[in-house]
């Protein structure tokens, strides 16, 4: 059984940084497309970035292009989501994924993965 865990969320100024971690058991991230999303009150779930297998693709949303990087440590399991320069409109709970049926691409829909962490918040005040 996959298991996904996210944790660094919490509160910050913005301008501020915070660095998403998400850790898994059960299988090893390098077998997998991995993602990050967010999902805000009131609003749907939205992609924020992907990366694939290897690590050599990467994909953000526009709203956060320039601003938030993915990156993965296969040896310790973990993928990882910086964030700098944060918004207010940053704020949202963020949710890892990952999808162990591809091989080496980017995935931007919360459909195409199986496997869902918990999520962390992240509250950025103006």
């Known amino acids: 059984q996959v298991q996904l865990a996210e944790s660094g969320g919490g509160l910050v100024q913005a301008g501020g940084s915070l660095r998403l971690s998400c850790a898994a058991s059960?299988?090893?991230?390098?077998?997998?497309?991995m993602g990050w999303f967010r999902q805000a009150p009131g609003k749907s779930r939205e992609f924020v970035a992907t990366?694939?297998?290897?690590?050599?693709?990467?994909r953000y949303a526009d709203s956060v292009k320039g601003r938030f990087t993915i990156t993965r440590d296969n040896a310790k399991n973990t993928v990882y989501l910086q964030m700098n320069s944060l918004k207010p409109e940053d704020t949202a709970v963020y949710y890892c994924?990952?999808?162990?049926?591809?091989?080496?691409?980017?995935?931007?829909?919360?459909?195409?993965?199986?496997?869902w962490g918990q999520g962390t918040q992240v509250t950025v005040s103006s």
């Open positions: 994924a990952a999808d162990f049926k591809r091989i080496e691409v980017v995935l931007t829909t919360p459909g195409a993965y199986d496997y």
């Open positions: 059960g299988r090893t991230v390098s077998s997998a497309v």
């Open positions: 990366i694939s297998r290897s690590g050599s693709s990467t």
